[in-house]
């Protein structure tokens, strides 16, 4: 036990061949040094785990090597280079930013600099975290950076660049160093397994890599782990276990059930992966992930991009040829939503459910949609629609069938000659009063929504969004919506909502709502719902909730007092309102 170095430390690289995914870095800095073009500072940026700080000392190992060969690289064998492995150099100074950011600590490294090395060539100082100086410090620094003797070199080492001070990247030779790559992870690890004879799978190796994110650091200590867990035996199963990573075969299961338009297997599968102690927020990421990738394997130049094994890729290329495009891009956009809105949701398996349900029959949505938008169409090129001078008879001339267009007439709800102060008005006769003029209209407006008696419309999901509407309804202080929509007196066929309404007042006041339907076709993802809305007349026990328009009051007051409708006749007078 005393005896083990985690293999971060144990195969740290010790030239610059061995550095893994830089070689854009290390093939600049090695010429550097064969022609002796070397700047006085250097900077090296880029995310954690990467190899900034290591560059550094082989850079800093390099400059003082007494043996050094044709290609740059140090021997690892002078006396220079030993005394630096054994950590014991006296010409390479390192300096913790993060720990070390006074005015003090950088006088104490410029007081150092004016000292030449009393064995090497160069006085190499490596401050590591350099942005985490502080701006006193920065400016104390900036003389000594600019024009330093000429045995010192300094090389900053920063993970957050953007926060150093434009005079210190003015003064400095950048280098940036990148995301080390899935596949460039998996052959390191590859070759450390073999040197440890530790058995493992190459895309087990491949799941480390993409778990660590580009951190060859992090990869490594995550490969300890993974040693520990399987007793030197790495499968891409254990892996899967030890890290908490779903499968991408749950992502390929998805798919599929969303082809079938199976959601009852959609929520099984999310039960499932739920029982496992996976997070829905984790699933529903994944998930939209994996459309991102199958929209890339739909162009062979993009499959670069796809940081998987080659199995992987192939199901890739297989499941997207099974999927239009419209349909994976529909279902990517109502994912990437859905992720949205989960920030606010409370419950955010439901909300998920939801938008696998949603998934599930996006495709049927699609083609209703499609055939909506060519009927119209074709409607309008069946009718020849002329202005209304010109008339019928003109057919005869013609020989063939010309359409008068008559101006509508909107009749108004309640027309009556007699009329009082009090607030009323009412008809001469009760039987006059028309109110399916604007019933009328509506049916005009949508007369290309067809009615679909084969449709089927989840009573679940549409339950839902009725009490979602109940709820933005009442937050928008409309009570005549709410007591028109009462949850026991609706009901579905085929793709038709049935609204049982107790008065013509609440039938107007959904008719007038026009975002009670658009939200409920929003919402149950049925773009061509229809609403029908049916007065019903209610029972005794009922009465009590009705909702009585001005003709029903007055209607009432008539049938209690015959004399009040002979005192209007007689005063030609009518009740406004």
């Not at 030449?116 to 003389?143: C, Q, R, W, Y």
């Not at 055939?371 to 013609?398: G, H, Q, R, Y």
């Not at 049982?500 to 993802?525: G, Q, T």
Request: proline share 4%.
């Amino acid at each position: 036990m005393e005896g083990f170095v985690v293999s971060a430390r144990k195969y740290r690289p010790d030239s610059f061949s061995s550095v893994v995914g830089q070689s854009h870095v290390t093939h600049t800095l090695r010429n550097a040094i064969k022609m002796d073009q070397l700047a006085h500072a250097f900077l090296f940026s880029g995310p954690r785990g990467v190899g900034k700080t290591t560059c550094a000392r082989i850079l800093a190992k390099a400059i003082n090597c007494n043996s050094l060969g044709e290609d740059g690289e140090p021997c690892n064998d002078c006396n220079s280079c030993s005394t630096f492995n054994e950590g014991r150099s006296m010409n390479i100074h390192e300096l913790d930013a993060a720990s070390n950011n006074s005015v003090e600590d950088i006088r104490k490294i410029i007081e150092i600099v004016r000292y030449v090395p009393t064995s090497g060539k160069k006085s190499v100082f490596i401050i590591d975290e350099v942005h985490m100086l502080s701006s006193s410090a920065f400016n104390a620094f900036l003389k000594t950076l600019e024009e330093p003797p000429k045995h010192a070199v300094f090389i900053l080492a920063t993970t957050e660049k953007l926060k150093i001070l434009p005079t210190i990247l003015s003064r400095v030779q950048k280098f940036d160093f990148r995301r080390i790559k899935v596949d460039d992870v998996a052959n390191h690890l590859k070759l450390i397994c073999e040197k440890e004879g530790v058995g493992f799978e190459y895309e087990a190796l491949q799941l480390i890599g993409l778990k660590a994110d580009g951190a060859l650091r992090d990869a490594l200590s995550i490969f300890d782990q993974i040693i520990s867990y399987s007793n030197r035996n790495i499968t891409y199963q254990i892996v899967l276990e030890n890290l908490q990573v779903l499968d991408y075969e749950y992502f390929f299961k998805t798919t599929d059930h969303i082809l079938a338009q199976d959601h009852g297997s959609l929520l099984l599968l999310l039960h499932e992966i739920i029982e496992r102690g996976f997070e829905a927020k984790a699933y529903l990421a994944g998930l939209i992930e994996h459309f991102r990738n199958l929209m890339i394997a739909r162009t062979p130049k993009t499959m670069g991009l796809l940081e998987t094994s080659d199995n992987v890729k192939k199901r890739y290329l297989e499941q997207t040829k099974s999927l239009p495009p419209t349909l994976l891009l529909n279902a990517f956009n109502l994912a990437s939503k859905s992720e949205q809105a989960l920030r606010n949701s409370s419950n955010a398996r439901l909300a998920i459910e939801l938008c696998l349900i949603k998934l599930a029959y996006l495709s049927t949505s699609i083609s209703l949609a499609v055939d909506e938008k060519k009927k119209p169409i074709e409607a309008k090129s069946e009718k020849i629609n002329l202005p209304p001078s010109i008339s019928a008879k003109t057919e005869v001339e013609t020989g063939e069938p010309i359409y008068e267009q008559k101006p509508k007439v909107r009749k108004s709800r309640l027309r009556s000659p007699l009329s009082l102060r009090g607030g009323f008005s009412i008809p001469t006769s009760l039987a006059d009063v028309d109110l399916g003029e604007e019933e009328k209209e509506e049916e005009e407006a949508e007369e290309f929504i067809q009615f679909i008696p084969d449709f089927q419309i989840d009573p679940a999901l549409f339950g839902q969004a009725y009490d979602e509407l109940l709820l933005k309804l009442e937050a928008e202080k409309k009570p005549l919506t709410v007591g028109a929509l009462r949850k026991d007196a609706y009901e579905l066929e085929g793709n038709k909502w049935i609204q049982n309404v107790p008065s013509d007042v609440a039938k107007r006041a959904l008719y007038e709502n026009k975002d009670v339907l658009l939200f409920m076709r929003e919402r149950i993802n049925v773009p061509n719902l229809i609403q029908e809305i049916v007065v019903k007349e209610l029972g005794i026990e009922e009465n009590e909730s009705r909702l009585y328009s001005n003709d029903d009051k007055l209607k009432a007051m008539i049938e209690k007092n015959p004399e009040l409708a002979e005192f209007l006749k007689t005063f030609s007078a009518s009740l406004k309102y």
